[in-house]
């Protein structure tokens, strides 16, 4: 197994080529990671054909999210295995991954500390069943053009003892197979979907130039600068200057051990790009032409909800403590120490003249909730959001879910992505790859 110094030098310029889709004309090609119900493929459509995927829940037996991507999508390779088996096969030649220009994922945010993924004698030794190592894995094997990956916003300064941390040990270790990434914490709200929903999107480019200006890439030039126009925000609403710039140039360990020790706040901003080891991070804010959608625009006629979504007036009196406002005095279980709650109320009903909250996993269910979203329909009556509701919020085509329970619909709902917000990045991309490195897959040994 080669060393952390030494994997960058194992890379190697390969010849352009015309994208490894096919013949000219045809669709650059992409695989999926952790896909969910196909959340990124659904936003690929038009601009990638997916030509392998993997999906697979730990701890439950049925593969809920897996049956359902399998009933929309009958081309391409689709494996419903453990990401850890999947690799084994791979380290024994069992299974490969064919030829593609672009890697996708969405994956849970996790502790990506190397401590127990880091041999001393030998390097970074990828170990199996965190979920980072295992896209690094891959990367590492495939080496794919580019790379377009999903998290919530928290990663950037996680974990809480050491702000930023995490992020910067994926940023070093995609730098490390010479890999040029940008980030952008994505309000989908503000590109003209209606949902708020927060999330970071990753964007590596193969590539050994090095920027002139990035400054210049991060509001206009780069892959998510065009997708996803943006200019700079005021630094007095900002807090922090125009531009930061650091260095990465450490080992993975040794970033694991020190970086954001002692840190109030995480040294990258809401974007920025790192470029060789050289990171660049500014807060901006969106520019966006398109016209906004509403909460109301998605709800089905009221009419036509089943009454189960209504909510009974025996249930009222819990809802709405819920979702008010409160201030408790609770003790702490593991130390004992009384200490005081509070927490602001959240507006009930939701209001439908702006874009809606979040949808969370916990979305489905009777049950009162302080984060279940809420809407009042012309009669007075309140009701939950039903399924087809959740689906439009994220933008999958209605009954997408359909065939397993409400609840379940729901949690997958919460699990995904604004899949609009992924079409806008595929269309830029899709340009970047009218030429690309052979996609031919290769070991490092």
């Keep these: 197994m080669a060393s952390v110094t030494d994997i960058k030098d194992l890379w190697i310029d390969r010849p352009m080529t015309r994208h490894s889709g096919g013949p000219l004309g045809t669709k650059p090609r992409a695989i999926e990671l952790f896909a969910g119900v196909g959340g990124f493929r659904v ?60 890697l996708v994922g969405g994956f849970p945010c996790q502790d990506y500390s190397v401590a127990r993924v880091l041999n001393q004698a030998a390097g970074l030794a990828g170990k199996k069943g965190v979920l980072w190592w295992s896209i690094y894995e891959i990367l590492k094997r495939y080496k794919p053009r580019f ?102 140039d450490k080992g993975l360990d040794e970033i694991s051990e020190t970086f954001g020790v002692g840190h109030k706040r995480s040294m990258f901003c809401n974007a920025g790009v790192m470029d060789g080891t050289d990171v660049h991070t500014a807060d901006v804010t969106p520019i966006s032409g398109e016209p906004e959608k509403y909460l109301r625009d998605i709800l089905l006629p009221h009419d036509q909800v089943d009454d189960s979504f209504f909510i009974p007036e025996s249930q009222m009196a819990a809802w709405e403590r819920l979702k008010g406002a409160k201030k408790e005095t609770r003790i702490h279980r593991g130390s004992g120490t009384e200490y005081t709650y509070a927490e602001g109320a959240i507006a009930f009903p939701d209001p439908l003249d702006g874009p809606s909250r979040t949808i ?50 729901a949690f997958l709902m919460g699990n995904a992505l604004v899949v609009g917000v992924v079409d806008k990045i595929g269309v830029v991309l899709k340009e970047e790859c009218a030429y690309s490195y052979d996609s031919t897959p290769r070991r490092l040994s």
């Design 43 to 102: 936003g690929l459509k038009d601009s990638f054909d997916v030509v392998w995927s993997n999906q697979w829940e730990p701890s439950t037996k049925r593969q809920d999210a897996s049956d359902i991507y399998v009933s929309h999508f009958s081309d391409g390779e689709h494996i419903c295995q453990d990401i850890d088996d999947v690799l084994t096969q791979m380290d024994s030649e069992e299974m490969s991954i064919p030829p593609h220009d672009l």
């Design 360 to 409: 969370l996993t916990g979305e489905g269910g009777t049950s009162p909730s302080r984060f279940k979203h809420v809407v009042e329909a012309p009669d007075g009556r309140l009701r939950r959001l039903t399924p087809i509701e959740m689906e439009r919020l994220n933008g999958f085509p209605d009954d997408w879910t359909k065939g397993v329970s409400d609840g379940r619909r």
């Design 147 to 248: 790379i377009l990956l999903e998290n919530v916003d928290r990663l950037l300064k996680s974990p809480a003892t050491q702000r930023g941390r995490d992020f910067a040990i994926m940023l070093r270790s995609l730098s490390l197979l010479g890999y040029r990434a940008e980030w952008r914490v994505v309000n989908a709200a503000h590109y003209g979907f209606p949902q708020r929903r927060r999330r970071v999107f990753i964007v590596g480019q193969l590539t050994r130039e090095r920027l002139d200006d990035p400054r210049g890439y991060l509001l206009n030039d780069g892959i998510l600068a065009r997708a996803l126009p943006v200019e700079m925000l005021d630094i007095a609403r900002s807090g922090r200057s125009s531009m930061e710039d650091f260095s990465l």
